[in-house]
């Protein structure tokens, strides 16, 4: 009975041989879930306090100051409240007797609170680098020229511009216009400075410094009365080489200077010899600008035999040595693989 069922229904499903298929049921597609929007991480702003570094006077404060503020910008917010201290006339410190901050350093890497003090001190009026230094260089090529030419006043009314007998004294006077020429056009055209200005007083003492000497040095040797070195012809030829020579060095080092460091930037790379001969010489020393601004010196000194040209030449040098000794401590303090073999301005003495 059951069997005949079974057929029964089996004979309804099939019609002339083919096989009832039934309906497709739809099967819906798996729903992408959207990713959970990650929490933006609070940002902590900082609040800062400046005081006077002398008096301990709050000065200004900042509120909410982003936390990758640099000292720049913060001495910018500080110009708006106080506008007598301009950006560069300002120095911020940590400490009142500390080292000034760099524009550059981030306020979230100093060692610094949420609410971070810093001390101001006023640098004083300031004046650019290019102002300085083209005053400066300016002064002593007028100057020589001026006792050059025997303007009146300077020497005996018989004397005024007349010339002198002594081919050595021309020599001298195109190698001193050179020598300043060659620097405001480095000035101009090749410095790249890692500080915009100096404080304005400067400008007066290098002036002094500049200008006095050039003056003291061109009276004796226009003098009328000036008597050529003493082994003539022979040692005005060797000085005149140890000049030039010295003159090229020291400008190949201002242009490998320059390229280390590129425009608008404060990069600071370890020097290292080019393909300019003139260049090896960084090889034995951190500052060979002043090796060679020595050496042109000596070259004159030894053209002309003249005096005030030997104490420019030795408190030059001084001065030289100082500056010298001042970066080549930086280097080492700042790159840790710096050449051990570099002495600051003289090969193995100095």
Same mark, same amino acid.
């Given at each position: 009975?059951d069997?005949?069922?079974?057929?029964?229904?089996g004979?309804?499903?099939?019609?002339?041989?083919?096989?009832?298929?039934?309906?497709?049921v739809?099967?819906?597609?798996?729903v992408?879930?959207?990713p959970?929007?990650?929490?933006?991480?609070?940002?902590v702003?900082?609040?800062v306090?400046?005081?006077?570094?002398?008096?301990?006077?709050?000065l200004?404060?900042?509120?909410?100051?982003?936390?990758?503020?640099?000292?720049g910008e913060?001495?910018?917010?500080?110009?708006?409240?106080?506008?007598?201290? @301009?950006?560069a006339?300002?120095?911020?410190?940590?400490?009142?007797?500390?080292?000034s901050?760099k524009d550059?350093?981030?306020?979230?890497h100093?060692?610094?609170?949420?609410?971070?003090?810093?001390?101001?001190?006023?640098?004083g009026?300031?004046?650019?680098?290019?102002?300085?230094?083209?005053?400066?260089?300016t002064?002593p090529?007028?100057?020589y020229?001026?006792?050059?030419?025997?303007?009146?006043f300077i020497?005996?009314?018989?004397?005024?511009?007349?010339?002198?007998? #002594? !081919?050595?004294?021309?020599?001298?006077?195109?190698? #001193?216009s050179?020598?300043?020429?060659?620097?405001?056009?480095?000035?101009l055209?090749?410095?790249r400075?890692?500080?915009?200005?100096?404080?304005?007083?400067?400008?007066?003492?290098?002036?002094t410094?500049y !200008?006095?000497?050039?003056?003291?040095?061109?009276?004796?040797?226009?003098?009328?009365?000036?008597?050529?070195p003493?082994?003539?012809?022979?040692?005005?030829?060797?000085?005149?080489i140890?000049?030039?020579?010295?003159?090229?060095?020291?400008?190949?080092i201002?242009?490998?200077?320059r390229n280390?460091?590129?425009?608008?930037?404060?990069?600071?790379?370890i020097?290292?010899?080019?393909?300019?001969?003139?260049?090896w010489?960084?090889?034995?020393?951190s500052?060979?600008? @002043?090796?060679?601004?020595?050496?042109? !010196?000596?070259?004159?000194?030894?053209m002309t035999?003249?005096l005030?040209?030997?104490?420019?030449?030795?408190?030059?040098?001084?001065?030289m040595?100082?500056?010298?000794?001042?970066?080549?401590?930086?280097?080492?303090?700042?790159?840790?693989?710096?050449?051990?073999?570099?002495?600051?301005?003289l090969?193995?003495?100095?």
């Amino acid at each position: 009975m059951d069997t005949l069922a079974l057929e029964a229904t089996g004979s309804k499903k099939a019609v002339n041989g083919a096989v009832a298929v039934p309906p497709l049921v739809p099967v819906q597609a798996p729903v992408k879930r959207k990713p959970a929007k990650k929490a933006k991480k609070a940002v902590v702003f900082f609040e800062v306090e400046i005081l006077d570094a002398k008096t301990k006077d709050k000065l200004c404060f900042l509120d909410k100051v982003e936390p990758n503020a640099t000292i720049g910008e913060i001495k910018s917010m500080f110009h708006k409240s106080h506008p007598q201290w @301009y950006p560069a006339r300002q120095s911020i410190r940590l400490d009142p007797k500390g080292k000034s901050l760099k524009d550059e350093d981030v306020l979230q890497h100093l060692p610094v609170g949420t609410t971070a003090t810093f001390y101001f001190r006023d640098l004083g009026a300031q004046i650019s680098w290019v102002t300085v230094f083209l005053t400066e260089y300016t002064g002593p090529l007028v100057i020589y020229l001026m006792f050059y030419f025997r303007v009146p006043f300077i020497y005996a009314p018989k004397y005024d511009f007349t010339t002198s007998k #002594h !081919w050595v004294v021309h020599l001298a006077c195109m190698c #001193h216009s050179f020598h300043y020429v060659k620097r405001l056009l480095e000035t101009l055209f090749v410095h790249r400075f890692s500080h915009g200005t100096m404080p304005l007083r400067n400008i007066f003492k290098n002036c002094t410094y500049y !200008w006095g000497f050039a003056a003291w040095m061109a009276y004796y040797i226009n003098h009328p009365l000036y008597t050529p070195p003493i082994y003539g012809e022979q040692q005005i030829r060797l000085a005149l080489i140890v000049f030039l020579f010295c003159q090229i060095g020291n400008f190949s080092i201002h242009v490998a200077l320059r390229n280390l460091r590129p425009p608008g930037s404060k990069t600071r790379k370890i020097p290292y010899p080019t393909k300019n001969p003139f260049t090896w010489i960084f090889l034995l020393v951190s500052c060979p600008n @002043y090796t060679y601004e020595l050496g042109s !010196w000596l070259g004159f000194t030894l053209m002309t035999q003249c005096l005030p040209v030997a104490f420019f030449t030795l408190v030059g040098f001084i001065q030289m040595t100082v500056w010298a000794k001042g970066k080549h401590r930086s280097y080492l303090k700042e790159f840790r693989d710096y050449p051990p073999l570099r002495s600051p301005i003289l090969p193995f003495v100095l």
